[in-house]
Structure formats: C-alpha cells, structure tokens
C-alpha cells in the first residue's frame, strides 16, 4: 500500500488491526465452544481424533474468513462509488510484497494442513478404509469383525468364534476392532456415523477399518454410497456392549449359527457370488 | 437490402424442407427406429436370454446411435464433406447471414453458436432444475412418499447428470464461442464446423438422457458407478450415450478454442495482453481435451460390459470397480474444474469493470488459472479416500489436494487487490461476482474438511460433500454464468435487461442459495448419507426448511426467466454501444456484433484493464483503419 496519499486515510492499517481484533476474538471461541461440538463426538478413539482434527482445522480457517470479512465489509463500504459519472480508481496493477505474503501464507497454512492431517491419520487410522494392507494401525490385540455388504443389508462374521455370522453387529466395549468390509454386488459404504468409521465395501475387496470403541452404547449404521434402488433404506442399529454381555451374546448366536453353518461358505476375505444364480 | 431479401422469400413449407433442425428431428427419429430393429435382426432372434424381453442392450446402443447420425444428417453436417469429396471447392462458412431461421441449423457463425448454447444450456439447466424441484418434494417428509424408490433416483441421477453434463460447455458454450474471437480479434473460430458440431452434439445428448424414463430410469447418480451400471435397467445406456456424448463435444470444443487462442489472435495481443476470460477458456479447453476423452473410454468400457458380457468392472470375472471409479475420476476432478476455472475468469474480467481499476497481479492470476489447471489431474483418489485403495497415497493426495487451494487463493487475492481503493458501482454482474467470493469461501473452506483424510471419513458421502459441491459448483459457476449474462447480453442481443428485476432476482437467488445449501453442512455432519429416499426423523426440520429454500430458489430463477423474456420480446429496450463503460475490444462494437465483427483486423498495444491510465483506449472499432490505435 504504499501509494496511499495524505488525503486518504490508511485503509490498510484499519482492515488489519479490525481483522487482528476480531481474530483474536473468534478464533479462541471458535476452538474452545464450536470445534468440540463438531461431529461424530467420542464415543470411539477414532471419533475424538476426528472432532479433535475437526476443531484444529476449524480454529485455523478462523483468522481466514475473519479476513475476508473484514476485507469485504470495508472495501465494499468505503470504496462504493455513488452517482453518475464514471470515475477511474488509482491504478494499482501490482504490489509485489503483498504476492509474496499472500502465497507465503497460504502455502504455510496448506502445508501444516497436510502435514497435520497426515500425524492424525497415522495415529490410528482415523476410522477410514485403508484397504487390504493398512498402513496405519493401533497397537494391542484386535478382534476382527468381517461387514458383509449387499443388496441392501450388512451382515457380519466373527471369524474368532468360527465364522459366525449374524445381523446384527455387537461389539465389545473397550475393544480394538478390526474390520474387514466387503460387498458381494455392487459398492456399497460401511458407515458407522456415531463411531466415526466409514470404509468402501468393493466386491472382491478386503477392506480393512480400525476402530477402539470406549463405553456402551447403541449406533447408526448407514449405507454411504449409492448402491441401487434401496439404498435409502440400508441403515441398521449396532450395538457395543460389556465384554460379559458380549461373550453372551455370542454365546447364544452360536447356538442359532450351528444348524446354519453348514450352507454358508467358509470364512474368507472376499467372496464371488455365482455371477449364473439370480436371486429369487 | 433487406426488403429485398423479404419480396423474394419463399414461401414457409418451402423454407422448411432443407437441412435444418425440422428435418435434423424427423431423420433422428428414423435412424433410431433404422438402429432398433436392425440391432433386434442382429442379436435379438439368436439370443434365448434376449428372446422373452423387448428390448436387448444392443438395440438401445445402435438405436441412438443411428439417431444421432440421422439427426446430424439432417442438420447438414455431411453435406459438406460429401462437397469437397465431389470436388467442390473448400468453404469456411455455413449459413452465415441474418434471419431467424439460422438459429435453427447448422451455422458457422460463433455469434449464432453462442446464442444457440445459450438457449439450449439454459432449456436443459431449466429441466435440471426442476429435478431438483422434485427431490426436493421426496425429502420434505423422513418417510419414503412421493416417487417410488426408481423413479427418485433417477431424478437424482437425471438432475446429477444433467448439470455436471451440460455445464461443462455452461460458460465456454454461451460466452466462450460467442467473446473469444472477438476479444481475440478474430472474425471466427478456427474450426467453424466443428463448433455448430459441438451445439448439437451436446443438444442430442440432452434428448437422449431425457429418454432414461423410457427405460426405467439409472440408479446410479451421476458418477455411473460399476458394477451397479452392469446390473442397471436399459436406462443406464441412455447415461452412458449422453456423457460419451459431452465427452466428444467436450473434447472437440476444447481443440477447437486452443487453436483458435493459440493461432488466430490479432496483431499486438501478446500472452501478456490476453484478457483473463481468454485465459480461462485456454485453461479450461486444455482440461477438457486431456480428460474427457478418458470419459469416452471409460463409457466405452461399461458399454461393452453391459452388450458384450466383458468384466472390465465386474470383480467376479476378473475384472475390479477400482477400475471404474479410478479411471471416472481421472476424468471427474478435472472436470469439476472444468466447471469452475471459466467462473474464476469471468469474476476477474468482471471486477475491474466496475472497480474502475486495472485487474491487479495479472500475471499472478494467470499463474493461478494455470495451477488450477495442472494440480487438478493430481488429486483425483481423494475421492477414494475410504475406499480402500492406494492407502498409502492418502497423504499425498492430502497435500495435492490442499495445494490447489494456493492458486484458488491467487485469484481470491488478485479480485480483492482489484476492488482496493476502486471505485464500486453495484450494478448487476457485479453483485453476482462479489456472490462469488462468498459463495467460493465457503465451498472452498468446506472442501479442506473434505481434503483432509481424517476429516472426510465422516463428511465423505454424506450430505456435506454435496452441499461442499453445491457451493462450488453452483455457487461458482451459476452465479459466474449469471454475471455473465448480465453483463454480455446487451452486446449479444442489443437490448437491456432490466436492472430492477435484475437486483430482485440476485438477491432472492443470493439468499435462498445460502439458506438451501448452508443447512446442508449441518444435515451432512448429522448423519444423512448422499441421495436417500429416506432419512432420520430428527433431521426432519432440517430437510424442510432446505427444502421451501430451494423452492424459492426455484422461483428466483423463474424470475430471471420472466425478465429475460420480458426484456428480449416484449419491452425490447436498446442497449447502448458500451453501458458499462468497459476498454474491452467488445463494447467498442455495434451491439449485437455485426455478422464479421471487424471490418479490418484491430491491432492491440495493451490489455483491457487501463482504467486510470492514458492512453485509455486500444479498442479499434468495427471499420476503422487496421492499425490506428
């Protein structure tokens, strides 16, 4: 701005101590009330990672729109022109320092961005499909759950207790799970809203999705891509209960499962369907 | 002249018996008969599995495909290469002169071109809309209610498709055809045929994926995903004909805008002097030459998996849906900036016009366009990013991905460094810029909770995503297209739209966009996947209220259609020469631009931007010696 004259005020000196103001107003507020209340919440440690990766970036993108506020509510004002005539602005075609500080600054925000995002995912995988081999893995024992998706239901096999295979999905409390999605048709998504995990159901696939779930609770299960004409309607409740209550019910499902078990094929990673047999 | 012309016209019948739209129809509805029951000779007898229904994959295919052919026929697009193959001698021009009738066939005119996509853009962006309209009415209730579950998705799928179809060509059709010669200096493209080629093209396209309804509708949305496209009813081949079908128009407009820039600019106007606009229409031609065709091959790969049984995409044969989605969004994320480069270029050019001042940091802001363009064919797997595949590339695509939020930054900096110290009239184009920036600040701030990996396993799929695109996409293209509109139609037709109805329309539109999509993010982060029929009771409120937004939306848009109409048939006020006292070449021109522009060839010594300075002008006007400055 260094061609601002002494009739003018110093426009750029007012839009950077209003934007400085409201920054270090907002953004605090912005972190502290707005960037915890953000979604899926803390009900897996995947879920808090997200809302906590939620409320770092959000706490960032504070300052930005602070400025641009601040930018347009003043240039919008002051600099509107009122009457008939046509009157030339000055003609500023350049301002070196300003270009670099520009990209300077967004280069720096885009980097920790990316940088940041990356330490998070590697942290436990942030809920995410990571396919067959997966690359950012928590620690401890798993229990591996298998999401069998089709047209338009999810079932589950537990290959720990001889690939029993249910409709409902229960979890243990305090429990690392690894998930391996699947689909036997179309592509479908294995989304657990609440939990903060979602993770592509491709045929022939072997998606894998880690999740340590905290204390009992019930939680949504959604299809999250479009997978044909029901696909509205492929949403179910899941449920994570204690490890007694849990080894219960599996108990009790192996019993249902046993008469079952010998027309179902054997565990497996993927499954092809007769692509021949037609659904009745 | 002309009341000569007028004595010696034939009679009516007479002027519509020849190669044009009338006859374009009735010989593209023959040739789809002609492909029907030859495909029906060809499979449909030998075939048992074919045999028991009335239709067979096949049939569909050659039906449009001899329909299309039929129609171009009719339009004239043969005659002139079956000229030349006679022996007659090359011509540039094709039903170049003044009437209504050459809005209505092939011609070669850019100017003609330009108003043909106009219309035709604006009549399939009018269906579009409706669509939305009636999704809208499903989601007013949690319960699934008003269409059954088919029929809903072929909506979202016919709306989806229609507008990320059509578009691509919704500001280099209208605005590209009709500016870039001018503000190049240039009497025509530089492959005039080719041009009227990819009007009709892409106006087949739009009848043909009408036609889904026909054959029970898509399932699929607009992405066609595999292997649900191989399960799909015969609808699914009116998708995929309509997108191979922008994809060539696509493609061909492209080549055709980077030679005519590239070759066919007039004395003077070096890269340095090129208005912005033309930047982006080079920018955005040259994503569109180098994605589309992977699109043509991609549909071609479904097509032959829904006819001939192969498994490019079915996993049981061998074949993978990675493939499908990899290869759709290799074409996909190029060409959503295909949709949004041509916005940022009109803001630009737009803005100093009513700044009064020259657009700041040109050669930053062309640096800009030109990252855009590059980084987008590097950041494609981030819309597999749960998918489960290459998790390992995650981090990559996370950076790539965020890194192209540095050249949108550049052209936010260079528009707001270009309103600094200007001196701001509200007129109408500008308002629907200044929409830009803030609808771009929120599609764009919206996109890093998508861009980031942990961030977007939950918004990914769900309704953030769409009303992050939404905002994007309609908010920066729509309202660019509107600026557009707005500020060329005066010197496109002569005549003034009204400002009143203008300003009532921006800010209904403006509003109710905000109140539409905003909600949106919230209903997303709650937990409503992507193109539902059904959803939680609890976002009931949510959904309603973004519904009766949207239908006020709607109804801001019927206003723009009752100016519009009101302004160019009944009230009919003459625009003046220049009214927005703009230096670019085109507003030193009689409005509407005469049928070759320029008498002589206009040489330029600056860009367009030299508000403020001396010497002010470097517009040469229609007749003017080549030369005076």
């Known amino acids: 701005m260094s061609t601002v004259t002494a009739t003018e005020p110093n426009h750029a000196k007012r839009v950077i101590v209003a934007w400085v103001v409201l920054s270090a107003i907002a953004t605090p507020l912005v972190a502290l009330f707005a960037g915890p209340a953000f979604p899926p919440g803390n009900a897996s440690a995947q879920g808090a990672q997200q809302v906590s990766d939620n409320t770092w970036m959000v706490a960032v993108l504070t300052p930005i729109i602070c400025l641009l506020v601040v930018f347009f509510a003043y240039a919008l004002t002051q600099f509107r022109h009122t009457g008939g005539e046509l009157v030339d602005g000055p003609p500023l075609r350049n301002d070196n320092r300003i270009q670099v500080l520009w990209l300077v600054a967004s280069a720096v925000v885009v980097l920790f961005f990316a940088g940041f995002g990356t330490y998070e995912l590697l942290q436990n995988g942030s809920g995410g499909g990571q396919g067959p081999s997966p690359i950012a893995v928590p620690g401890g024992t798993k229990l591996p759950v298998q999401v069998i998706a089709q047209q338009w239901e999810f079932t589950y096999r537990y290959p720990t207790y001889g690939g029993l295979e249910t409709s409902e999905l229960f979890l243990p409390a305090d429990t690392t799970i690894e998930f391996h999605v699947t689909s036997l048709d179309a592509i479908h998504s294995f989304w657990a809203f609440e939990l903060g995990i979602k993770a592509d159901a491709n045929p022939g696939v072997d998606n894998v999705a880690f999740l340590e779930t905290k204390g009992p609770r019930t939680f949504h299960i959604h299809c999250a891509e479009l997978c044909g004409l029901w696909h509205g309607y492929m949403f179910s409740t899941g449920h994570i209960v204690p490890e007694s209550q849990f080894t219960a019910w599996v108990k009790q499902q192996q019993q249902n499962f046993a008469p079952v078990a010998k027309y179902l094929p054997p565990y497996a990673k993927t499954y092809y369907p007769d692509p021949q047999r037609r659904a009745g | ?629």
């Open chain 2, 1 to 629: 002249m002309s009341t000569i012309a007028v004595a010696q016209r034939p009679p009516v019948w007479r002027r519509l018996v020849g190669f044009n739209l009338l006859t374009g129809c009735l010989l593209g509805i023959g040739g789809w008969y002609v492909g029907w029951f030859a495909a029906h000779g060809i499979v449909g007898p030998s075939i048992a599995y074919f045999a028991d229904v009335d239709y067979n994959e096949l049939s569909v295919f050659m039906a449009y495909t001899c329909g299309v052919l039929g129609f171009l026929i009719g339009l004239g697009f043969f005659n002139y290469p079956f000229a030349r193959l006679r022996g007659y001698p090359p011509s540039l021009r094709v039903k170049e002169g003044e009437g209504v009738g050459r809005y209505f066939g092939l011609c070669t005119d850019h100017k003609v071109v330009g108003i043909q996509y106009l219309v035709g853009i604006g009549f399939f962006f009018f269906i579009g809309g409706l669509n939305a309209m009636l999704i809208r009415i499903e989601l007013l209730r949690p319960d699934h209610q008003v269409w059954p579950a088919g029929t809903y998705l072929t909506i979202v799928g016919v709306h989806g498709t229609m507008m990320m179809g059509m578009f691509t060509s919704g500001l280099l059709g209208p605005f590209g055809n009709y500016f870039v010669p001018i503000l190049i200096g240039a009497r025509r493209m530089a492959f005039p045929r080719i041009e009227a080629l990819t009007f009709w093209l892409l106006m087949a396209g739009g009848v043909i994926l009408e036609t889904t309804i026909f054959f029970g509708g898509f399932p699929t949305g607009w992405t066609g995903y595999a292997p649900l496209n191989v399960q799909s009813n015969p609808g699914m081949d009116c998708y995929i004909l309509f997108f191979a079908l922008v994809g060539i128009s696509m493609t061909l407009l492209g080549l055709n805008m980077i030679a005519t820039i590239v070759t066919m600019r007039a004395p003077g106007l070096t890269w340095t002097r090129l208005p912005i606009f033309v930047w982006g229409v080079l920018t955005t031609s040259v994503l569109m030459v180098l994605a589309a065709p992977v699109l043509i091959a991609t549909l071609a790969m479904a097509m032959l998996d829904r006819t001939a049984q192969t498994s490019f995409f079915v996993a049981a044969g061998g074949g993978s849906a990675y493939l499908y989605q990899n290869l759709f969004w290799v074409f996909g994320h190029p060409e959503v900036y295909i949709l949004a480069l041509p916005g940022f270029a009109i803001v630009l050019e737009i803005l100093p016009v009513f700044a009064r001042k020259p657009l700041w940091g040109y050669r930053l802001a062309v640096a800009g366009l030109l990252g855009v363009t590059l980084l987008s064919f590097f950041v494609w797997q981030h819309h597999l990013f749960v998918s489960g595949i290459n998790a390992d590339l995650r981090p990559f695509y996370m950076l790539s991905t965020e890194l192209i939020s540095i050249p949108t930054g550049i052209t936010f900096i260079c528009g707001m460094m270009t309103l600094w110290r200007g001196r701001i009239r509200y007129s109408v184009p500008m308002l629907f810029c200044l929409a830009w920036f803030f609808n771009f600040l929120i599609g764009g701030l919206s996109g890093v909770f998508l861009s980031d990996v942990p961030s977007d396993v939950t918004t990914h799929g769900s309704f953030f995503s769409m009303a992050h695109f939404h905002y994007t996409v309609m908010g920066g293209l729509v309202f660019t297209f509107f600026a557009a509109i707005y500020y060329w139609l005066p010197k496109m037709t002569g005549l003034e739209l009204n400002e009143r109805l203008g300003k009532i329309h921006f800010w209904t539109m403006f509003i109710s966009f905000n109140s539409t999509f905003g909600p949106l993010f919230a209903v997303g982060f709650l937990g409503q996947p992507r193109r539902v029929v059904t959803y939680p009771h609890n976002l009931q409120f949510l959904n309603v209220w973004v519904s009766v937004s949207a239908f006020v939306l709607g109804l801001s848009l019927l206003l723009f259609l009752y100016n519009f109409v009101r302004s160019l048939v009944f009230v009919r006020v003459p625009a003046p020469t220049d009214p927005w006292g703009s230096k670019s070449i085109e507003w030193q021109l009689p409005s509407p631009v005469p049928v070759h522009n320029f008498d002589r060839i206009p040489v330029f010594s600056t860009d367009p931007y030299g508000y403020g300075e001396t010497p002010t002008s470097v517009a040469v006007p229609a007749g003017a010696p080549a030369g005076r400055d």
